[in-house]
């Protein structure tokens, strides 16, 4: 403290110029001095007026003053520095608020190297040395110094824990064995200690077999990237070859055709990555809970191990699967398949300059828990968190149709079969419903590229391969796939819920009023995207499609 006092004020050895101590100094015959670099500098400035001046006091010199080196004040910097460093290196030693102090110093202290918990008190480095010297002291057990030694000590008996209660989990010294913990089950602490450093090694080898598992799913994330990458780009060039065959009406449509699948391999991209990132956080996760169990393990000290165990020994369950389960790769085929098939059919394709390719670009399956698929909805409520908004395209409506409500709603003008397909694609899980009015009409679903210009049996919903009917009548159901019948019992009602996982497979009919009740599910494999449709046969009849309240979509 007596050097610190008696240390020269660093700012009267600082250059006015550059305010750095005083390098090479010189002085002036005004009294006031500089680097000698800087002064030389400055007058370098002034060179042009021939007129020197001081930067200080601006005492003026003619002509340019011949400085030479002040020895004296050069040797003064010098030890300031010097007295500096070893300042600055006294101050290192002594302690902060964060530092655990020596309980022995007195005035300022200085940190504690080591605390002991025999003595219970936390010594610096001098003080310290008794503990290696005598005999006696060289018994006790020196840990890293530590703000808590006085927990090691029973405050009711002024004894130290060296027990541990296994009755009431917690240290107490060997005269609580005799009043308040009398009868319980005990055991030493260094015991206790020894149990318990077992279970965390269990528990480390669970950390790091977790690690290992997760690194290994990454590994198969990366792949599954590098799968869809090259799927992607073998698609689009296959689509670019077929594409090539058609007329001009056909090109527009292929670069469409390219944006989708670009859009869908950023979509699927972005999944696998936001996937492998958990998997990465987890890792992360997992190794800092492994650092937290051995910083405690390599903790010496009984009473704090004991105490800071319950908190950091417990491992949180994986909320994923312990390996990713990757269903067989197919992507993009299934766009190839609809383009090929597009370029087979270019005949009919040419009748409907409007047609839409509809692309069943296969969503990548990619999960941590597994490929089982999600429940289908039980209320009315869970069923509107998949509703779509349907409207028809009146490109597909027979000529007898007369749409309105803004393409919702369908009616028919006279007596016979006339159809119409929706303008949107159903993919992914979706719902719908259908309010329907007259002597019957049939709600279905079918792929766009049913026959439209056939016969009945190729063209009408339910009555070939490519579409899917449920028959509605005043008193009645029926339900019609590929000209097959299945009668149906149920609750009559004006509107009809339909809903579809298309992944999955599953297509359900509903009868809607105050409940739902399903009146048939159909579990097949969908090869392309689905429309919805309707089909009117008495000039009575209207159907609706009804704009629900929760309009969200999953697909």
């Known amino acids: 403290m ?25 002085t002036t015959s005004c009294g006031h001095s500089y680097c000698m670099d800087c002064i030389k500098t400055h ?27 002040n020895v004296l004040l050069a040797e003064l910097v010098e030890e300031l520095k010097k007295t500096g460093l070893q300042a600055a290196a006294a101050d290192h030693c002594y302690a902060g608020p964060e530092d655990v102090a020596c309980d022995v110093c007195t005035g300022r202290k200085m940190k504690a190297v080591k605390s002991c918990l025999g003595c219970l008190i936390s010594y610096c480095e001098n003080h310290l040395q008794p503990h290696y010297d005598v005999a006696q002291l060289q018994k006790h057990q020196l840990v890293e110094p530590s703000k808590n030694l006085q927990e090691n000590i029973c405050s009711r008996h002024d004894k130290m824990k060296e027990i541990f209660c296994l009755t009431d989990q917690q240290l107490i010294c060997h005269l609580c064995t005799m009043d308040e913990h009398k009868g319980h089950k005990t055991v030493p602490a260094a015991a206790e200690r020894k149990k318990k450093q077992k279970k965390l090694k269990v528990s480390r080898l669970n950390i790091q077999q977790r690690i290992q598992d997760r690194q290994k799913d990454v590994k198969l994330l990366q792949q599954e990237l590098e799968d869809i990458n090259v799927s992607a780009h073998k698609t689009v060039e296959d689509s670019e070859k077929m594409f090539t065959q058609m007329i001009h009406l056909i090109q527009k449509r292929l670069s469409e055709v390219k944006q989708q699948i670009r859009s869908q391999q950023e979509t699927e991209v972005s999944r696998v990555k936001e996937l492998q990132e958990k998997l990465e956080q987890e890792i992360r996760d997992l190794e800092r809970k492994d650092a937290e169990l051995k910083q405690l393990s ?74 089982e698929p999600e429940p289908e909805p039980k209320s009315r409520d869970e069923f509107l968190e998949y509703s779509r908004e349907i409207t028809l395209d009146p490109n597909t409506a027979h000529g007898r149709l007369e749409l309105s409500e803004g393409d919702r709603k369908v009616s028919n003008r006279s007596i016979g079969y006339c159809q119409c397909l929706s303008r949107e694609s159903l993919t992914g899980r979706c719902y719908y419903e259908v309010e329907w009015r007259g002597e019957g009409v049939y709600v279905a679903v079918a792929y766009k590229n049913i026959c439209r210009d056939g016969g009945l ?63 048939h599910r159909v579990q097949t494999t969908f090869t392309e995207p689905i429309h919805a449709g309707v089909c009117l046969f008495y000039d009575s009849d209207t159907a609706e499609f009804l704009q629900l309240k929760q309009s969200t979509s999953s697909v």
């Open 43 to 69: 007058w370098d400035g002034e060179d042009r007026k021939r007129i020197y001046s001081c930067p200080q006091c601006r005492k003026t010199f003619t002509p340019r003053p011949d400085l030479q080196k």
């Open 2 to 26: 007596a050097q610190q006092r008696n240390q020269p004020d660093s700012e009267k050895f600082s250059c006015f110029i550059c305010l750095d101590l005083l390098k090479d100094p010189v």
């Open 457 to 519: 049996y190729e063209c009408g919903f339910g009555l070939n391969y490519k579409s899917w009917s449920l028959r509605c009548d005043i008193d009645s159901y029926s339900f019609w796939y590929n000209n097959t019948e299945t009668l149906i019992s149920g609750p009559q009602s004006s509107r009809i819920g339909v809903y579809l996982d298309h992944r999955a497979g599953i297509l359900s009919f509903y009868s809607v009023s105050e409940t739902m009740t399903l009146l």
């Open 298 to 371: 390599d903790t010496p000290d009984h009473s704090q191990f004991l105490h800071n165990y319950p908190s950091v020994s417990a491992l949180s369950e994986s909320t994923h699967s312990s390996s990713i389960n990757i269903r067989p790769r197919r992507h993009f085929e299934d766009v190839t398949a609809a383009v090929k098939e597009l370029r087979d059919q270019l005949q009919d394709i040419l009748r409907d300059t409007r047609t839409n390719i509809s692309l069943a670009i296969t969503e990548v399956d990619v999960s941590l828990s597994g490929p």
